[in-house]
């Protein structure tokens, strides 16, 4: 009996691709490179992909798919704000510690092309919605724009994962002291979910 070969998956593609992008600079990959390492065609690659830059765009809608899928589940079982901010940044820190090439890659690398940048401005959309919706559910507070303060939470947060991922100025655990602390300062202390 003859062994079919696979069909090449998105996921197979993306999953190579994000190994290679750990090991070289963005400017570094081509779209050859990409393929090899996906062990597909060209045609296989273009029916999935229409270049590098489309790749980036897919894994970072991946990424923030994980923290969407994961988000709801760990904040809805948090009993008082300060443990769903503990929540939110140790599901935020497991997500990305094993991701760190890639959350540099689209903070710094690939942040700049076009697809990449689109990819990422809808995923903080869905974010801040997101979190002004959990922030507007706070009980006991009144607050005036939760829109604008779920962008500024997600903005504060932002730098303190630069300052990991990209400039490597502190470290994991130091990371998830800064994102806590950034919330609390951030976020209204008296509120419950």
């Known amino acids: 009996m003859t062994k079919r070969a696979t069909k090449p998956s998105a996921d197979g593609i993306l999953d190579a691709a994000e ?7 963005y400017a570094d990959v081509s779209l050859r490179t990409l393929m090899s390492a996906a062990q597909v065609s060209t045609t296989a690659f273009y029916a999935r992909f229409d270049s590098k ?30 443990t769903g ?8 820190c497991e997500r990305f510690a094993r991701r760190k090439p890639l959350v540099r890659l689209i903070l710094a690398e690939a942040g700049g092309a076009p697809a990449a940048m689109e990819a990422r401005q809808i995923e903080y959309h869905l974010l801040a919605a997101f979190l ?56 209204p202390r008296t509120g419950t979910p």
């Not at 190994?19 to 600079?25: F, I, K």
């Not at 994980?66 to 589940?73: K, N, T, V, Y």
């Not at 901010?85 to 935020?92: A, N, P």
């Open 19 to 25: 190994r290679v992008l750990a090991e070289q600079p």
């Open 132 to 187: 002004a919706m959990r922030i507007g559910a706070l009980k006991k507070l009144k607050i005036a724009d939760p829109q604008a303060l779920a962008w500024a939470l997600i903005g504060a947060l932002e730098i303190q994962i630069v300052r990991w991922a990209v400039w490597n100025e502190i470290d994991l655990p130091t990371l998830r002291a800064q994102l806590i602390s950034v919330a609390r300062a951030i976020l």
């Open 85 to 92: 901010i503990e929540r939110g940044v140790d599901l935020l």
């Open 53 to 82: 830059e489309a790749v980036v765009a897919a894994l970072t809608a991946r990424l923030f798919a994980e923290l969407h899928q994961g988000a709801p589940s760990v904040l809805d079982g948090a009993r008082d704000l300060e």
